[in-house]
């Protein structure tokens, strides 16, 4: 089963990767009830095709909660601290910090908490170090956490914590999410920032959490023109996904311009995830993650979603031979979780016969509208005016279509 796609597979062999990994932090991730012994199959099955000695295994540190709270509140911080030790389920004040079904509160869940944020922080300073091209943290990408409150699984945003490491040294920082749920915890830390462009491809529908993410959500302030959201319906596969991922992609990085990169690739858009919504491969997640590698830049790797475990391994194993230029099997090898891969025990997962509710032409509109954006956020950076015609799309407020007007205005310069 070939990872290299269309990549150049000298320079993906010659890539210097760091895997964040302790049979500690493993044990600790695995204790997530919504994902039970998922760190541990993914790390099992990375090892049995051999990959290891490839990459530079690094040893995790845990986050202090001083770290965790150049994002999260303190008094979020200190509840979530105060439960873990007792595993208080009926403190009334937990739902004010989003603690409930969605999150429940389980006993060491700060520790937990903790040991996510302290990898991604792990992993983001290798690449400050220069220690690596690529960092990896496939138990990490918990995207949803709030400033205030836990939601969606996800009781700190590790992945708000990296970009905040990378920000010590790079201007610009980049974050890609093609997780099936929308990044709206990442987004909103930085909606208010030029310094990072948030990109998150999703599924976007009436009821689906967490019901953001609208192609007009585009940032706030500051911020304005630097969030990026491609909403997506049920059903794409990974041709139709793959281009139009490439196709956003290169107008984020022809008017960003950054010098380092987050990608959070949950695999809950893979065929045979319990989400049933999305119905893609590995092999199509796996030649989006070579278009932004071919960029050269320091990358932050992170996992996410992904409900079907088996799948979520074979998806995030996959990536990881990717980025290291090598070809992996298609017989899963014999190892502990073995027979998880049942029937088949192959790598190879099959998207389903379900339809593709994409339609061509709004899909065409939807990228004509973003580059619009793009366009938007690069005039405003050199201090122009955008003024901007709407009109309706699908009965939703959009900006394409009608053309873009720029005004120098001697009086006031919009900041960047």
Not at 58 to 66: C, D, L, Q, S
Not at 253 to 265: D, H, K, T, Y
Request: charged share 20%.
């Amino acid at each position: 089963m070939s990872c290299r796609g269309d990549s150049d597979d000298d320079s993906s062999s010659k890539r210097t990767v760091a895997y964040v990994f302790s049979p500690e932090y493993i044990d600790t991730c695995d204790s997530l009830s919504k994902v039970p012994n998922r760190a541990s199959m993914v790390h099992s099955l990375i090892e049995a095709y051999g990959l290891l000695k490839h990459m530079s295994m690094v040893k995790p540190r845990v986050a202090t909660i001083e770290e965790m709270a150049k994002f999260h509140t303190d008094s979020y911080l200190e509840h979530l601290q105060k439960i873990s030790e007792d595993g208080d389920n009926d403190d009334p004040q937990s739902v004010d910090y989003g603690l409930g079904y969605d999150c429940p509160v389980v006993e060491g869940i700060f520790d937990y908490a903790a040991a996510v944020g302290g990898a991604t922080l792990t992993a983001a300073q290798c690449l400050l170090d220069k220690k690596c091209e690529v960092a990896i943290n496939w138990a990490g990408g918990w995207h949803h956490a709030k400033k205030d409150e836990a939601s969606g699984f996800c009781y700190v945003n590790d992945a708000v914590l990296g970009i905040l490491k990378l920000r010590e040294k790079y201007e610009r920082v980049l974050y890609v999410d093609v997780d099936l749920h929308h990044g709206d915890g990442v987004e909103d830390a930085f909606s208010f920032t030029s310094k990072v462009m948030t990109v998150s491809l999703h599924k976007f529908s009436p009821g689906f959490f967490p019901g953001t993410g609208d192609l007009t959500d585009t940032g706030l302030g500051k911020g304005r023109w630097y969030a990026i959201n491609v909403p997506l319906e049920d059903g794409i596969k990974d041709d139709r996904y793959y281009q139009v991922f490439t196709s956003v992609m290169q107008e984020v990085r022809a008017q960003f311009n950054p010098e380092a990169l987050v990608m959070q690739l949950g695999a809950d858009t893979m065929a045979g995830d319990p989400m049933c919504s999305f119905n893609m491969t590995p092999v199509g997640v796996g030649k989006c993650l070579q278009y932004v590698l071919q960029w050269q830049l320091p990358t932050l790797l992170l996992g996410g979603g992904g409900y079907n475990l088996a799948n979520t391994a074979r998806c995030w194993t996959y990536l990881t031979a990717a980025v290291l230029g090598k070809t992996l099997s298609s017989e899963i090898p014999d190892h502990e979780f073995f027979t998880e891969y049942g029937p088949d025990y192959s790598l190879e997962i099959s998207p389903s016969c379900r339809p593709d509710r994409n339609d061509t032409k709004h899909l065409d509109q939807v990228i004509s509208t973003i580059k619009g954006i793009c366009i938007c956020m690069n005039e405003r950076s050199y201090g122009v005016f955008s003024v901007v015609g709407h009109f309706k799309l699908n009965g939703k407020t959009d900006f394409s279509g009608v053309g873009f007007h720029f005004y120098r205005c001697a009086a006031v310069i919009l900041p960047p």
